[in-house]
């Protein structure tokens, strides 16, 4: 409980915070001299309102403490009768104000701290359409959702979770048009985590995602609020988390991660061609170095024979089989990547441009690999960029069917397509089919699938996603 007496108040405050030297209390006199006390972390509050708002007019106005409500120049303040509570306040960011001979605190919103600005997304950049992208301060990102969606019906509830970190994390929905069942299951799934950090919205993710052991993703990652705010209008939930620039949407559909936000701001039959380009890049990224490597080693009556003489001629001297020759090639590879993502821009370019070109012309004729093979190579990395949100299955996948090609031949890679078909066919989000609307088939579904329909002729949301009584578009 609240002491009536500050000093106690005071001494419980500091022992919970262990005298940390970001804490400041500060004691002072009102006009009726009555002793008031503030507390606040350094940094986190806005100390010019604080003097402005609330010291200066406690100090030259109060004269009774059951007139505070009506003596400081701040619309948020809130009652607390627990000394926990105002641990918490704090914590937060709050400025707690008690005093002399009550026990009640105040807990005035003076929040205001550094943060970084409104920028583009350095991952999802569009030539048309809006830019801006979410920021790492959950208040931030919600105002810019509101002012995307207008509308009352836009509910946000609020949890915290890390025992440790205390971390907001913020879901987002439209009442009316949200599938309730989906709702409830995400809710329940919230109260099973248990864990001791909550930094990103990732971690999140791994506490409540449908196929742990899988390499696709149940949820859907975004930097922008018109593409949050396209998903919420489609039925599906955002989860917002303190701290992180990205948002994660729920469920989610495999087709999600070949769409693009411009596909909606560009005329319907250029953004058809963009997703079947993106779809192309998909499967050549995964498939054509295993396909390549099946052909030449188990299928050469397939290879025209003019073809067939040339690679012939490239790989003569070439010390590694193909099955070697192409995971070294992908492994250096990942690694010229990985260097060039990490290093800083400017370095990364430099390191990627010069590490590929390099290397890759040495090998060549050093007489290591074949040009082909960097021929091959190179494509399906370059495909690989065209959807970056698969990258993680790309990798992956890309080696198993190196391998499966490799040892196999094309009976290896249409093997290991159908137990992949297989998978996919068996992983659902928050009961939404993974697949759909290819399995199960849904013919609303397909006008926004390979082909991207007009929008006037879109008029149902996404069968499973939405509540059921409110398919239609209004």
Known sequence: MISKYIMKNRVKLEEKFNNSDDLVLYEFDTLGDTEAL?????????????????????????????????????????????????????????????????????????????????TESGVEQVIRGPKESFVEDIY??????????????????????????????CIVYINGIVNQDILAELK?????????????VSYIEEYIEDA??????????????????????????????DGSPNVITVPKIFIEDLMDSEDYYSKPKFASFLRIIR????????????????????????IPTQLLITLAGQREGVPFPSLLEALLMILFYEIIKEAGLRLPKN???????????????????????????????SAAGVSEFVIPQLREMIVIYRILFIILGGLFGLFGIFSGLIISSFHLL?????????????APYDKEGFKDFLRRAPLKKMNYRPKYIADKDSRKRK
């Open 38 to 118: 503030v507390v606040y972390i350094n940094g986190l509050i806005d100390k010019k309102a604080l003097n402005e708002f609330v010291i200066k007019p406690l100090i030259n106005n109060l004269i009774s403490v059951y007139d505070i409500k009506s003596s400081i120049y701040i619309s948020e303040i809130q009652e607390i009768y627990n000394i926990n509570e105002s641990i918490k306040a704090i914590v937060d960011g709050h400025v707690v104000l008690f005093m002399e001979g009550i026990e009640t605190g105040y807990i005035l919103n003076l929040c205001r701290y550094d943060k970084r600005a409104i």
């Open 140 to 169: 931030v990102n919600k105002s810019l959702i509101r002012r995307k969606i207008r509308n009352n019906n836009l509910i946000f509830e609020q949890f915290v979770f890390g025992e440790q970190t205390n971390t907001q994390v």
């Open 188 to 200: 329940a799934r919230f109260k099973k985590i248990k864990a001791d950090a909550i930094l990103d």
């Open 212 to 241: 742990p052991n899988s390499l696709v993703r149940t949820a859907y990652y975004t930097e922008k609020p018109d593409v949050l705010a396209g998903k919420i209008l489609e039925g599906r939930i955002g989860i917002i988390c």
């Open 279 to 302: 779809y192309l890049s998909f499967f050549i990224s995964i498939f054509l170095v295993g396909i390549y490597i099946a052909i030449t080693n188990f299928h050469q009556e397939m």
């Open 347 to 377: 370095i990364g370019q430099t390191v990627t441009l010069i590490g590929g070109l390099v290397i890759g012309q040495a090998a060549v004729e050093a007489g290591l690999v074949s040009a082909i093979m960097v021929i091959v190579v």
């Open 426 to 438: 068996s992983i659902k989000s928050f009961g939404v089919p993974y697949l759909f609307p290819i």
